[in-house]
């Protein structure tokens, strides 16, 4: 199984930065994609960003061209650059693993969650 730590939530002004990061520990050999989600209160949790081992990578329309995902494979951790925060930003973010051993068995893991708040 995969372990997940996540840091870097915080409180911001508008149109501050943030970065995220999530290092992922335990059978770290067998995880494919690596991406971040985010959950604002009374809405659905969402897909903000994913990037594969590969390095291709997909963002979502409200965070495109201020948000970048990238990633370390040799330290097994994901990174969300966040700029140009906006209010509408706020939300928990939750890193997720793809997890995709050989054998044909998938899963996701989630971190804990780690709360980004963007003041107006």
């Known amino acids: 199984q995969v372990q997940l730590m996540e840091s870097g939530g915080g409180l911001v002004q508008a149109g501050g930065s943030l970065r995220l990061s999530c290092a992922a520990s335990?059978?770290?050999?067998?995880?494919?994609?690596m991406g971040w989600y985010r959950q604002a209160p009374g809405n659905q949790r969402e897909l903000v960003a994913v990037?594969?081992?590969?390095?291709?990578?997909n963002y979502a329309d409200a965070v495109k061209g201020r948000f970048t995902i990238s990633r370390d494979n040799a330290k097994n951790t994901v990174y969300l650059q966040m700029n140009s925060l906006k209010p509408e930003d706020t939300a928990v973010y939750y890193c997720?693993?793809?997890?995709?051993?050989?054998?044909?068995?998938?899963?996701?893991?989630w971190g804990q969650g780690t709360q980004v708040t963007v003041s107006s």
């Open positions: 997720n693993v793809h997890w995709k051993p050989s054998t044909g068995l998938s899963r996701h893991y």
């Open positions: 335990g059978s770290t050999f067998s995880i494919n994609a």
């Open positions: 990037i594969t081992r590969g390095g291709t990578i």
